[in-house]
């Protein structure tokens, strides 16, 4: 009798399973922000969203890792599809050492907007630096060498005599300040834009979907998919083969169903049969 069952156990199982995944690709808080499509939480999956806008929370803190570097998730702005990132190596701390020069890559989905302006970081100085709108970086714990800061200009640290230079993006320019803190213009971070990178993407999201990329072991590429009401598919939602899928699916959702309460009736039908059999074979051996 068990095995009459088999078809309501399945639908069970569908409906949990969709649940499931529905819940691993949610919203989610960190640290006060919120995590939507196209970012997505690190640990839900590869495919909740953008490839590179995953968001570890660690300590409460919103984490995204760009440029195989780690930068705090300070604001997403998902009406202007901007976000505000901050170096971790310079997060909350009056003595930045930064060791990371974010580089532009035109095949990311992040790109930095208009709104930044460029600082360069100028360590282990043996000489001055002969520049008016140069910083000198006094009193930093376990400083024994000469540091500056100056607006960038595209010169290596070399040409100032440094063994090491740090260009970061800020969102003010440490020479347009009345009483500059570096410590807070690198903790107010800098903006980026995130845009969809591809065709399909686009019009996927035009259409009402969700882009996501899996992962692909056998080329460590990543393969498109399409996320929509009524599953995925490679192009879009509402297309032909989009409806003939949402068609296909309720059609197996009902053949279950029906299968389930079909066997349901059955089982209550047998079970009820077989309790009135037994009830009127004990009355007539009593008797």
Same mark, same amino acid.
């Given at each position: 009798?068990?095995? !009459?069952?088999?078809?309501?156990? #399945?639908?069970?199982?569908?409906?949990?399973?969709?649940?499931?995944?529905?819940?691993?690709?949610?919203?989610?808080?960190?640290?006060?922000?919120?995590?939507?499509?196209?970012?997505?939480?690190?640990?839900?999956?590869?495919?909740?969203?953008?490839?590179?806008?995953?968001?570890?929370?660690?300590?409460?803190?919103?984490?995204?890792?760009?440029?195989?570097?780690?930068?705090?998730?300070?604001?997403?702005?998902?009406?202007?599809?901007?976000?505000?990132?901050?170096?971790?190596?310079?997060?909350?701390?009056?003595?930045?050492?930064?060791?990371?020069? #974010?580089? &532009?890559? &035109?095949?990311?989905?992040?790109?930095? $907007?208009?709104?930044?302006?460029?600082?360069?970081?100028?360590?282990?100085?043996?000489?001055?630096?002969?520049? $008016?709108?140069?910083?000198?970086?006094?009193?930093? &714990? @376990?400083?024994? $060498?000469?540091?500056?800061? !100056?607006?960038?200009?595209?010169?290596?640290?070399?040409?100032?005599?440094?063994?090491?230079?740090?260009?970061?993006?800020?969102?003010?320019?440490?020479?347009?300040?009345?009483?500059?803190?570096?410590?807070?213009? #690198?903790?107010?971070?800098?903006?980026?834009?995130?845009?969809?990178?591809?065709?399909?993407? @686009?019009?996927?999201?035009?259409? %009402?979907?969700?882009?996501?990329?899996?992962?692909?072991?056998?080329? %460590?590429?990543?393969?498109?998919?399409? +996320?929509?009401?009524?599953?995925?598919?490679?192009?879009?939602?509402?297309?032909?083969?989009?409806?003939?899928?949402?068609?296909?699916? !309720?059609?197996?959702?009902?053949?279950?169903?029906?299968?389930?309460?079909?066997?349901?009736?059955?089982? +209550?039908?047998?079970?009820?049969?077989?309790?009135?059999?037994?009830?009127?074979?004990?009355?007539?051996?009593?008797?």
């Amino acid at each position: 009798m068990r095995y !009459l069952l088999l078809p309501a156990v #399945l639908v069970l199982f569908a409906t949990a399973t969709a649940g499931a995944y529905a819940a691993s690709c949610s919203n989610a808080t960190c640290g006060g922000q919120s995590i939507a499509y196209p970012f997505w939480l690190a640990n839900s999956g590869p495919n909740c969203g953008y490839p590179g806008l995953g968001v570890s929370c660690k300590e409460n803190a919103p984490i995204l890792d760009h440029q195989f570097h780690q930068f705090r998730v300070l604001r997403i702005d998902y009406a202007n599809h901007t976000v505000s990132l901050a170096d971790v190596d310079a997060w909350n701390t009056t003595c930045p050492r930064l060791t990371f020069n #974010l580089s &532009p890559d &035109p095949n990311s989905w992040l790109q930095l $907007t208009a709104s930044n302006s460029n600082l360069t970081l100028l360590y282990n100085c043996k000489t001055s630096v002969a520049r $008016t709108s140069a910083v000198r970086l006094d009193g930093c &714990p @376990g400083q024994d $060498t000469t540091w500056y800061v !100056l607006p960038d200009d595209g010169a290596t640290g070399k040409a100032y005599g440094c063994e090491e230079a740090v260009t970061t993006p800020v969102q003010l320019s440490l020479h347009r300040l009345a009483n500059p803190s570096l410590g807070e213009v #690198l903790s107010d971070g800098f903006e980026m834009r995130y845009d969809a990178k591809s065709e399909r993407c @686009g019009a996927c999201e035009r259409s %009402g979907g969700r882009c996501r990329y899996g992962r692909i072991e056998e080329h %460590g590429g990543t393969e498109f998919a399409c +996320v929509c009401d009524d599953g995925a598919n490679e192009r879009q939602c509402g297309d032909a083969r989009s409806l003939r899928l949402k068609r296909q699916k !309720l059609c197996k959702q009902r053949l279950l169903f029906s299968s389930s309460s079909c066997c349901f009736s059955f089982y +209550v039908h047998y079970y009820y049969y077989q309790t009135s059999y037994s009830i009127s074979l004990q009355k007539e051996q009593m008797t």
